[in-house]
């Protein structure tokens, strides 16, 4: 090729990569500037986002591991509409409407309301979705609709739907517990899903964890591109689990008594707690109305905001035992002196004992027996208003406790510099001032245990999520000390006696000592104008045993519509407190006292023998027969003997074992032993399971003791399911799981 030519040719290769140049910079102005409106709209309808993905939430166990709320996987479902998408995948609505029908619960026709392109068809382009979800059906599924859908994925098959991962709290037992847990969802001011009440709300931040990030590929609607996998550019941290200080046995007992006190009395409201009185920890916490986590959008607003146990109103007589301590420690009464009952007058107002005539002259400890309104007055005064101030301030009525939960309210307390005489008067006896029933429990672990008033809490500790291993234990906080163990002694004596010449339906355990008082308070008018003469809140607090406290039991039942003649505590309240102490004291087989004089035999700090004013006629009580070693035979006469019923559990030739034990003490006549015959186990050590359907969860915990056998209760009402047969062999000491549904009718 000669030179002349090469150069030509290099002159037109120059021309055209010039022309070139020229074209593509004037088609990059063209679009930039004509084409600019265009071209933004469309880039809209893909955008990337980068999204916040929390990481795990803690799950909540009762102090025994047992699960009370959990994450579980979900999945959103996410359906194209892109109908360019769809013919290129040679797909139609109609198949994806097949598809998801059976899975999701829907009709096809439903679905096509959601996922029919032509829904969408009059929106400008710009605004048209790519991807739609299939509403609150589709909003989480479980792992097995999404496994389906990867499945058909794996098929290259029906490419347009698609699910994201969308966790799901569950809470496996319904409303058990549901004012402790509290529940978890959108929150209304940040648009995201935390904890909204009970411990779900004060420890979100340690649930939750720390969020992660991931970049999405989104319509401008927020709607997740069908094909497009979401990038993780940051890891999350998983929240941590939380242990509580809740026992759900207890919780069950709890559960289960105010359904009995609902069904029973129609209250208005109705809250039991069940304490620890030597560290604080609360073992039950329960409110009527309830509601059930899981479902709290569909809970009337009463449900979820009464944590009555929180809620302060007036106390009535349960505050006495606070007023007996100040005045026992101040050395301003002796409980032998007398005094006349009935009524006084104090700045010109006529204050009576709830009998409306008193009891004659009586001594101090008598009235504290008869709970005289008289008698605490004079109390009061002989106290005065800055030293009974001093005393309820150092039990810590003047301030919340601290527990956490949410919606602690504060108390109601009287100016001691503007307070009158009446209002110490009524302050003696539990009126006209306000305090809450967390409170009081709070007050009365200080006379349970010898002073201390300890912070009630309802975490025990924070745990790894992953490993299970422990990174914070709650510690017991003590909030203050009042008066010291010699006056408290006296009090829980004088409680005890209380309970003891009560009727013996009400308090009394038989073989155990129990120290409580009653509350009888009037509710205040809507006006504030007096106190009305037909609405009452009920209550009963105490502890047992008297002398080393293992439990600590508050009731309160608010006003009572049915079934209620008598409207005291000792009717109403009381014994749903014996109740759910008898179970408790058995479930963690606390030893009954042999010595045991009885009930009505309490003897008063001068050696006498105290009777109430009213006093009751006591059922007939018998020893309880040792069966151990007999044949069915004999223990049926010895039963009939004794005037006593039995129930047999086991196919053994002898008794082996009995409940309650023969060196419980009495029982009354016509009260159940259950007896045990074996032996049917291996020289192993171990026990043949009896068949617990159909029993109450008491039953259960009965028979079961008989066994040495423990008991892992899910649920509510009679054993409709055990996860071993009858007749299996286990080892002595094995927890035996039981699920528990109500009674169908």
Not at 236 to 257: N, P
Not at 262 to 290: F, T
Not at 596 to 617: E, L, N, R, S, V
């Amino acid at each position: 090729m000669s030179e002349r030519v090469f150069k030509k040719r290099v002159r037109l290769l120059a021309i055209c990569l010039m022309a070139g140049l020229l074209s593509l910079v004037i088609r990059l102005m063209y679009i930039q500037v004509a084409q600019a409106d265009e071209l933004s709209a469309k880039a809209e309808n893909w955008l990337v986002a980068t999204v916040d993905i929390p990481g795990t939430r803690g799950t909540i166990y009762d102090r025994e591991g047992q699960k009370l709320a959990f994450t579980g996987v979900a999945y959103e479902i996410s359906v194209s509409v892109n109908e360019k998408a769809m013919k290129e995948w040679n797909e139609t609505p109609e198949m994806y409407a097949q598809f998801l029908a059976p899975l999701v619960g829907m009709t096809e026709a439903e679905l096509m309301e959601y996922i029919d392109p032509a829904k969408y068809a009059n929106r400008p382009e710009a605004d048209r979705p790519k991807a739609v979800g299939i509403g609150p059906k589709g909003a989480k599924v479980d792992s097995a609709v999404h496994d389906k859908i990867v499945a058909m994925h794996d098929q290259q098959k029906l490419r347009g739907v698609n699910t994201f991962r969308k966790d799901i709290r569950r809470y496996p037992n319904g409303n058990f517990a549901a004012h402790v847990l509290g529940y978890f969802g959108i929150n209304d001011q940040e648009k995201k899903e935390i904890g909204l009440a009970g411990v779900e709300s004060v420890y979100n931040d340690k649930l939750s964890g720390h969020p992660g990030t991931v970049v999405m590929y989104t319509d401008r609607n927020g709607n997740p591109l069908p094909n497009y996998e979401p990038e993780t550019t940051k890891q999350a941290v998983d929240g941590e689990d939380l242990v509580l200080t809740i026992d759900s046995t207890i919780q069950h007992f709890v559960e289960e008594e105010l359904d009995n006190i609902v069904n029973k009395y129609g209250p208005k409201h109705a809250s039991i707690i069940v304490a620890d009185p030597n560290n604080g920890e609360i073992l039950a916490l329960g409110n009527r109305p309830h509601y059930n986590p899981a479902e709290y959008a569909k809970a009337e607003p009463e449900s979820l905001w009464n944590n009555w146990a929180l809620r302060s109103f007036e106390p009535g007589s349960t505050f006495k035992s606070f007023v007996l301590t100040a005045a026992l420690a101040e050395h301003k009464v002796d409980l032998s002196d007398t005094f006349a009952s009935g009524q006084i007058a104090v700045d010109g107002y006529l204050i009576k004992d709830w009998n409306g005539i008193g009891f004659g002259t009586i001594s101090y400890r008598e009235g504290v027996y008869n709970s005289s309104n008289v008698g605490f007055v004079k109390i009061g005064q002989k106290l005065g208003k800055e030293s009974l101030y001093e005393y309820l301030y150092d039990f810590g009525f003047q301030k919340p406790t601290g527990i956490d939960l949410p919606g602690e309210e504060q108390s109601t307390l009287f100016n001691v510099a503007k307070m009158r005489d009446v209002d110490l008067a009524s302050t003696s006896f539990g009126q006209g001032v306000s305090v809450t029933p967390i409170q009081q429990v709070a007050a009365m672990m200080a006379i349970a245990n010898g002073g201390k008033v300890y912070q009630p809490h309802v975490v025990k500790e924070f745990r790894d999520q992953k490993t299970g291993q422990t990174l914070r234990e709650v510690k017991p906080k003590v909030l203050s000390e009042v008066a010291n163990d010699e006056v408290m002694s006296t009090v829980r004596e004088v409680m005890e006696e209380t309970i003891s010449v009560e009727d013996p339906s009400h308090g009394y355990i038989k073989g155990y000592h129990v120290a409580g008082k009653t509350g009888t308070a009037q509710v205040p008018k809507a006006d504030r104008s007096g106190y009305s003469d037909s609405a009452y809140r009920l209550s009963f607090i105490g502890f047992a045993p008297a002398d080393k406290p293992k439990f600590l039991i508050y009731v309160t039942v608010d006003q009572p519509t049915r079934n209620a003649p008598y409207m005291f505590g000792s009717y109403i309240a009381e014994p749903s407190g014996k109740a759910v102490l008898e179970n408790a004291l058995r479930y963690y087989q606390v030893p009954a006292d042999p010595s045991d004089p009885g009930h009505g035999q309490q003897a008063g700090a001068a050696g006498q023998q105290q009777q109430p004013a009213k006093p009751q006629t006591p059922k007939a009580f018998v020893d309880v027969p040792d069966f151990v070693g007999t044949t069915k035979e004999s223990a049926a006469k010895i039963a009939a003997d004794s005037k006593l019923k039995l129930k047999s559990v086991g196919e053994g030739p002898k008794v082996t074992g009995q409940w309650p034990d023969a060196g419980t003490g009495q029982v009354p006549e016509g009260a159940e032993i259950k007896l045990y015959y074996g032996p049917e186990g291996s020289a192993e050590g171990k026990v043949k399971l009896p068949d617990l359907t159909g029993l109450s969860l008491r039953e259960a915990i009965e028979t079961l003791s008989l066994l040495q056998l423990k008991i892992d209760p899910a649920g509510t009402g009679y054993v409709t399911k055990q996860e071993l047969p009858a007749g299996t062999l286990v080892p002595v000491g094995s927890p035996v799981k039981i699920t528990l549904s109500p009674q169908q009718s």
